[in-house]
């Protein structure tokens, strides 16, 4: 397994933007497909977006298509989620997560591996 750090998370007024980062350490990266999740107080995880192991490929819930985009710099094991024209929907925890061995994984269960989350609050 790959361990994971999300960090860049904050406060955020609505219409603004965040970049979040994964850092990743331990196995391979590159043999990782990676997801980002949310979970909003009493509601279950969300699929936000998913990139694939190579970056070329990507995928994203409706909710966040075209405001939201993944990317990710296997040289510094690092991956990325930049949040743009931010909503009060979308305040939650977000999560990364790494899927070994899939091109590009969006399901909660083909991830093996899971940060810890970085809080996203956007104010109204």
């Known amino acids: 397994q790959v361990q994971l750090v999300e960090s860049g998370g904050g406060l955020v007024q609505t219409g603004g933007s965040l970049r979040l980062s994964c850092a990743a350490s331990?196995?391979?990266?590159?043999?990782?497909?990676v997801g980002w999740f949310r979970q909003a107080p009493g509601k279950e995880r969300e699929f936000v977006a998913a990139?694939?192991?190579?970056?070329?490929?990507?995928s994203y819930a409706d909710s966040v298509k075209g405001r939201f985009t993944g990317s990710r710099d296997n040289a510094k094991n690092t991956v990325y989620l930049q949040m743009n024209s931010l909503k009060p929907e979308d305040t939650a925890v977000y999560y990364c997560?790494?899927?070994?061995?899939?091109?590009?994984?969006?399901?909660?269960?083909?991830?093996?591996?899971w940060g810890q989350g970085t809080q996203v609050t956007v104010s109204s």
């Open positions: 331990g196995r391979t990266f590159s043999n990782y497909a």
């Open positions: 990139i694939s192991w190579s970056g070329l490929s990507t």
């Open positions: 997560a790494a899927a070994y061995g899939n091109n590009i994984a969006t399901r909660l269960a083909n991830h093996d591996s």
